[in-house]
């Protein structure tokens, strides 16, 4: 049994004042989730939003909208660190999931590698970006593009990305956001397919609300489904029940009247660790570019001491994480998959944990923990 930590990787959100929020929103039916549509615009900009019930639903919303577009296609290409629902959405819908390398040092999938095996029996990319980093979306994008390939963007770790010095809803066709605790935005569940395609946007809220052509919910005037009374009930796919709770809705709303504090705190928690951790032989950080959306603070150190270092931190009461089970073609559950060499995901995979910098976690229980872990990294 798993002892709590002193420091862990997040803490307990605070609910101080949202019973008179909710008192005072919580009204009229799917009133909630209309106005966060409507207010995660300041984040998504100009990117269509359908809300769903958790960021694996989100992927897997995404999986039914590539089978009905390319469902031809059976090849879906991910990097080597992707989460267990984001590969089962597409091996449960038929599809054939393809792993493929990561950068050197990095966290996402490597251009170079992807260039090898994209072809035109590809029906899609799916790229994470892991831990907040972003992908190389622009020779990501071009290639899929080249191939007819769909590109759908895992963004469930980040919010308000940037890569290439553009915002991810730039690129490619779909992106996913999980609201789960940990995450920049926390609904206490819940997630986001994103789109700035109408044609899709329209195709996501069929498969999410049943598989049905009414789209009174949302847009009255493109309504195309037949008049009568099955008018909320004509199905034009099979689809899904996958929508946000309007209490969930609720609470994300209110999330986000402090979003702008909270991100400006994890932000703070990032330099603390990056300051705290300067310097040390033999250890790996990465730099605080403007355009990551940091998830946690990872730490790269030689395989060697991994174990013992790792154990001495959790006994000192900090807690650490492996990289999401490190690569993911390891795990029983996903040793059939299809892949090349993956030596860069497994090197990256065998030295690196994270710490955290959630927004819950103190100031001083950050400085704690950073001079705790800075102490037994300094040890031989």
Same mark, same amino acid.
């Given at each position: 049994?798993?002892?709590?930590? %002193?420091?862990?990787?997040?803490?307990? &959100? $605070?609910?101080?004042?949202?019973?008179?929020? /909710?008192?005072?929103?919580?009204?009229?039916?799917?009133?909630?989730?209309?106005?966060?549509?409507?207010?995660?615009?300041?984040?998504?900009?100009?990117?269509?939003?359908?809300?769903?019930?958790? +960021?694996?639903?989100?992927?897997?919303? &995404?999986?039914?909208?590539?089978?009905?577009?390319?469902?031809?296609?059976?090849?879906?290409?991910?990097? +080597?660190?992707?989460?267990?629902?984001?590969?089962?959405?597409?091996?449960? =819908?038929?599809?054939?999931?393809?792993?493929?390398?990561?950068?050197?040092?990095?966290?996402?999938?490597?251009?170079?590698?992807?260039?090898?095996?994209?072809?035109?029996?590809?029906?899609?990319?799916?790229?994470?970006? #892991?831990?907040?980093?972003?992908?190389?979306?622009?020779?990501? $994008?071009?290639?899929?593009?080249?191939?007819?390939?769909? /590109? !759908?963007?895992?963004?469930?770790? &980040?919010?308000?990305?940037?890569?290439?010095?553009?915002?991810?809803?730039?690129?490619?066709?779909?992106?996913?956001?999980?609201?789960?605790?940990?995450?920049? /935005?926390?609904? #206490?569940?819940?997630?986001?397919?994103?789109?700035?395609?109408?044609?899709?946007?329209?195709? =996501?809220?069929?498969?999410?609300? *049943?598989?049905?052509?009414?789209?009174?919910?949302?847009?009255?005037?493109?309504? %195309?489904?037949?008049?009568?009374?099955?008018?909320?009930?004509?199905?034009?796919?099979?689809?899904?029940?996958?929508?946000?709770?309007? /209490?969930?809705?609720?609470?994300?709303?209110?999330?986000?009247?402090?979003?702008?504090?909270?991100?400006?705190?994890?932000?703070?928690?990032?330099?603390? *660790?990056?300051?705290?951790?300067?310097?040390?032989?033999?250890?790996?950080?990465?730099?605080?570019?403007?355009?990551?959306?940091?998830?946690? #603070?990872?730490?790269?150190?030689?395989?060697?001491? #991994?174990?013992?270092?790792?154990?001495?931190?959790?006994?000192? +009461?900090?807690? !650490?994480?492996?990289?999401?089970?490190?690569?993911?073609?390891?795990?029983?559950?996903?040793?059939?998959?299809?892949?090349?060499?993956? $030596?860069?995901?497994?090197?990256?995979?065998?030295?690196?944990?994270?710490?955290?910098?959630?927004?819950? =976690?103190?100031?001083?229980?950050?400085?704690?923990?950073?001079?705790?872990?800075?102490?037994?990294?300094?040890?031989?």
């Amino acid at each position: 049994m798993r002892t709590k930590p %002193t420091y862990p990787c997040t803490g307990r &959100t $605070s609910i101080d004042g949202f019973d008179a929020f /909710l008192k005072q929103e919580l009204k009229d039916r799917r009133a909630n989730i209309k106005k966060l549509t409507s207010e995660l615009g300041l984040i998504t900009g100009d990117a269509c939003v359908t809300l769903v019930n958790s +960021g694996s639903s989100a992927n897997l919303t &995404t999986a039914i909208l590539v089978k009905e577009r390319c469902g031809q296609r059976k090849r879906v290409l991910m990097a +080597g660190f992707s989460f267990p629902t984001t590969i089962s959405s597409y091996t449960l =819908l038929g599809f054939n999931v393809q792993l493929v390398d990561n950068e050197v040092d990095g966290f996402n999938l490597d251009p170079e590698s992807l260039g090898q095996v994209i072809g035109d029996d590809v029906a899609a990319v799916v790229v994470t970006h #892991f831990l907040g980093f972003p992908a190389k979306l622009e020779r990501i $994008s071009a290639m899929c593009q080249a191939a007819g390939a769909m /590109l !759908v963007q895992d963004a469930c770790e &980040t919010m308000d990305l940037k890569a290439d010095g553009r915002s991810i809803y730039e690129y490619g066709d779909v992106v996913t956001h999980s609201f789960y605790h940990p995450h920049h /935005l926390s609904a #206490f569940g819940g997630g986001v397919v994103a789109t700035r395609s109408k044609e899709l946007y329209d195709q =996501l809220q069929s498969i999410v609300h *049943w598989g049905r052509e009414c789209r009174c919910h949302y847009d009255p005037t493109s309504c %195309t489904a037949p008049h009568g009374l099955n008018h909320n009930f004509w199905y034009v796919r099979e689809g899904v029940n996958l929508e946000l709770s309007e /209490l969930n809705a609720c609470f994300a709303r209110w999330q986000l009247r402090s979003w702008d504090q909270q991100e400006s705190l994890r932000w703070e928690h990032w330099r603390t *660790w990056a300051t705290a951790l300067a310097g040390l032989e033999g250890v790996q950080t990465w730099p605080a570019k403007q355009n990551i959306s940091p998830f946690v #603070f990872p730490i790269a150190i030689e395989p060697i001491r #991994f174990s013992s270092v790792t154990d001495r931190i959790q006994q000192a +009461g900090v807690e !650490v994480r492996s990289l999401m089970g490190g690569a993911i073609h390891r795990h029983p559950a996903y040793r059939h998959l299809a892949h090349g060499r993956l $030596s860069n995901c497994e090197h990256i995979g065998r030295r690196s944990f994270f710490v955290g910098i959630h927004q819950t =976690l103190t100031r001083q229980q950050v400085v704690e923990a950073s001079t705790i872990v800075r102490r037994v990294l300094s040890q031989p």
